[in-house]
Structures are given as structure tokens and as C-alpha cells.
């Protein structure tokens, strides 16, 4: 097993939580319902959703092909929302995002206990949040930006919902003219997550280096950081180098992989927990 070596500085931040989660479908992912069933993630969504398609022309659908292909996700998913009938559309995702009942699984649970002042997610679905009712958080989306900056210098724990909830599908942003039209109408709260990338350090979990939800919001803003304080993405091992480096070298954003199985993720979120509150304990940090 490729496990895990947690930089110390980065447990150093969790435990005096001063560095932000941001959560992506992978996490998601790791829930089941009764049936067994996960979240699809943006492959498997992308591949089923692209059904929605009214009397499609080959060449549309060839387009489609193509872009998953690539793995151009935004492009292809844009054009299935285009050429799909809005009701089935927003049915579609009410159904994968809302209806499924899917249970908080050990790896939000660990995610819980890290006890982050602020994490961000880019996650449709309310498995993490509905796993906090019972404590004391509140929840924002991107249009709310005063709300998300007063919450800040609150004692509450905040979630950031960075591209909308599923209870409301309008709202949502999914391809890559939705997230433009965001920036365009809100743009305080990109100004928001900038500060918070120039300030914080940010532990991203749950993505591949390929999904759109994190690349849209990378390349949105310039990297302003120091090498010396870099921020991390959790990756199953197998990216190529080049990759790796490029996100290093454009992002300032460092690759920890585990692996060989995305079962692994679990066991190594599992020990960042327990390297965070061991420190804690260490060191008097009360949460």
C-alpha cells in the first residue's frame, strides 16, 4: 500500500485549524444507501446523463464521445445540457444528488472529527452537511458572500457550498458557462476564495487532477503563494509525473498519493485524524 506521509506542517494547520478542507465528488463517492449504491462521480455521471439526449445528430453525439474522450468534461457536459430537455435535466440531478438516501460514510465522518473552521465543497449533494445538523455549523453558497465573511468571525464552523445545493438546480454550476455567469454576478465571493487561498492553507480531497470543479477554480485565480507553503491535493497513485509537476510548478498545489486501490483513501484520511488530534492532545489545542 502507498500510504500516506502527512507533512507535518499541514497536520500543524488542521489542528489549530487555520487550513481550510475542500471537498469534491471522490468523497461523495465513499457513501452508500441502502442498495450499496455511491454517488456517481463525474466519469460515470457524464456517461449516463449524455442518455438525456433528444434525437440526437451523429455528429452531436460524436462531439459528446469525443469530449469524454478527452476527458473535457465541462465541454461535453455543456453539451448535454444543451441538447437535453430541462425537466429531465434538473430530474436527472435531483435524482443522483437528492433522492438516492445515501448515508455519511467513515471518511465524512473523519472529515468531521478534523473539525475544520472552514471547508469548501464543490459537492451538490447534503451528505456532509446533514452529518453536522446536529452541531453547531451554518451553511452558505456562492451568493452569500457578506453572510460567508461575517460567519468567519463567528465561533461557528462554516460549509461553503462554492457551486450551489441541490435543492436548487437552477442555481447550481455545473458546466463551465454556468461558473463564467457566476463570476460575472457574484463577483464578491471569488474575491472571497481568493483571500482565502492567499491566506489559508487548502487540503483538497475527493478530486482527480482532471475533474472541472477543481480546475475551474484553480485556474480563476493567480498563484500567489510561496513554495515554502504550498497546498495539497489527496490523488490515487498512478498521475503521470508531468502532471504532478505542472500542478506544482502552476497552482503551487503539492500531490499526495495513496494507493493502489481508492479503498486506501479511507485508511489515510483515518490516520490524518488521528495525527490531528494526537497534536492536539500534545499541545493543550482545545477546538
Not at 78 to 89: E, F, K, N
Request: glycine share 4%; net charge negative; aromatic share 12%.
Amino acid at each position: 500500500m502507498n500510504k500516506i506521509m502527512w507533512p507535518e506542517n499541514l497536520i500543524e494547520e488542521l489542528a489549530y485549524r487555520r487550513a481550510i478542507l475542500f471537498l469534491g465528488s471522490g468523497v461523495s463517492a465513499t457513501a452508500k444507501n441502502d442498495e450499496g449504491k455511491s454517488p456517481e462521480t463525474w466519469g460515470t455521471f457524464l456517461n449516463n446523463i449524455k442518455g438525456l439526449i433528444k434525437n440526437p445528430a451523429v455528429e452531436d453525439l460524436q462531439f459528446v464521445e469525443n469530449m469524454l474522450t478527452q476527458e473535457n468534461y465541462l465541454l461535453a457536459l455543456q453539451a448535454i445540457q444543451d441538447l437535453s430537455d430541462s425537466g429531465a435535466y434538473s430530474k436527472y440531478l435531483k435524482d443522483k444528488f437528492s433522492r438516492g438516501k445515501y448515508y455519511p460514510s467513515a471518511v465524512h465522518k473523519a472529515i468531521k472529527k478534523i473539525n475544520s473552521k472552514i471547508l469548501i465543497t464543490t459537492n451538490f449533494d447534503k451528505i456532509y452537511e446533514n452529518l453536522c445538523n446536529e452541531d453547531i455549523y451554518v451553511k452558505y453558497d456562492y451568493q452569500k458572500a457578506k453572510s460567508i465573511i461575517a460567519n468567519i468571525k463567528s465561533p461557528e464552523n462554516i460549509i461553503i457550498k462554492a457551486h450551489g445545493s441541490i435543492d436548487d438546480t437552477n442555481d447550481m454550476i455545473f458546466t463551465s458557462e454556468q461558473y463564467y455567469n457566476a463570476q460575472e454576478k457574484h463577483p464578491e465571493f471569488y474575491f472571497l476564495l481568493q483571500a482565502l487561498f492567499v491566506t489559508n492553507t487548502v487540503l483538497f480531497l475527493g478530486y482527480g487532477l482532471n475533474d472541472p470543479d477543481i480546475n475551474l477554480v484553480l485556474q480563476s485565480f493567480p498563484n500567489t503563494s510561496n513554495s515554502s507553503s504550498p497546498h495539497y491535493i489527496v490523488i490515487k497513485e498512478g498521475t503521470s509525473k508531468h502532471v504532478i509537476k505542472h500542478w506544482e510548478k502552476t497552482y503551487n498545489v503539492k500531490c499526495l498519493e495513496y494507493g493502489p486501490h481508492y479503498d486506501n483513501f479511507e485508511e489515510n484520511i483515518e490516520e490524518l485524524k488521528d495525527l490531528v488530534a494526537s497534536l492536539r492532545n500534545e499541545r493543550g489545542i482545545y477546538e
